[in-house]
C-alpha cells in the first residue's frame, strides 16, 4: 500500500475555482428610501443533495411567495452548499413572520432559524403562558434563594 502524502488529500484550486462572494455583501442592509432592511434566515434540509429538478421546483415555489409580495421583499438567495434560504425585507412589523410562514406552506420542510419570527402554521410562541402554578414556583424559587443568601445561613 503507498503512502499518502497529506497533499494527497488536500483540495487544490484550480481554473474557474474562487471563494463565493460573502452574503454580507450581497444582502441589502438598507431600502431604496435610506431605511433599514429586516432578514430572517431558514433552513432546508437536504436540499442540496435532492435531485435537480426538486431543487428548481423548491427556487420557483420562493420566488413565487417573494414576488407576490412585491416590493415590500427586496432580497432572497437560496445557498444550496448549506441548505439555506436568506430572505430581506421592509422592516414593517410582522411581514418577516407572513413572508416565513407563506414560505413554508410553500416548501414544509423549510424550518425558521432563530425562532425570532411569530407566525402561524403550527409553531408554537417560545413564551408558554403564565400559568398561576408556575408564577407561584417562581415566587417560592426567589423566596428560597434569599433565604439561603441571608447573613448567618
Known amino acids: ?24 455583501r450581497l444582502a441589502p442592509t438598507r431600502g431604496e428610501d435610506g431605511r433599514s432592511l429586516a432578514d430572517f434566515m431558514m433552513l432546508i434540509p437536504g436540499l442540496a443533495g435532492r435531485p435537480g429538478v426538486c431543487r428548481d421546483q423548491v427556487v420557483m415555489s420562493i420566488r413565487e411567495v417573494c414576488e407576490s409580495y412585491g416590493d415590500q421583499v427586496t432580497f432572497a438567495d437560496v445557498n444550496f452548499a448549506i441548505n439555506v434560504l436568506w430572505v430581506s425585507v421592509v422592516a414593517e412589523p410582522g411581514l418577516g413572520g407572513r413572508v416565513a410562514g407563506s414560505i413554508r406552506e410553500r416548501v414544509p420542510d423549510a424550518l425558521l432559524v432563530g425562532g425570532q419570527l411569530a407566525f402561524g402554521g403550527g409553531i408554537q410562541s ?3 403562558p403564565r400559568h398561576r402554578w408556575w408564577r407561584r414556583l417562581r415566587g417560592l424559587s426567589r423566596r428560597a434563594v434569599r433565604l439561603l443568601q441571608a447573613p448567618g445561613s
Not at 500500500?1 to 454580507?24: C, H, I, N, Q, Y
Open 126 to 128: 417560545a413564551n408558554p
Open 1 to 24: 500500500m503507498a503512502s499518502e502524502k497529506p497533499t494527497d488529500r488536500a483540495v487544490m484550486p484550480g481554473p474557474g475555482m474562487t471563494p463565493a462572494e460573502p452574503l454580507w
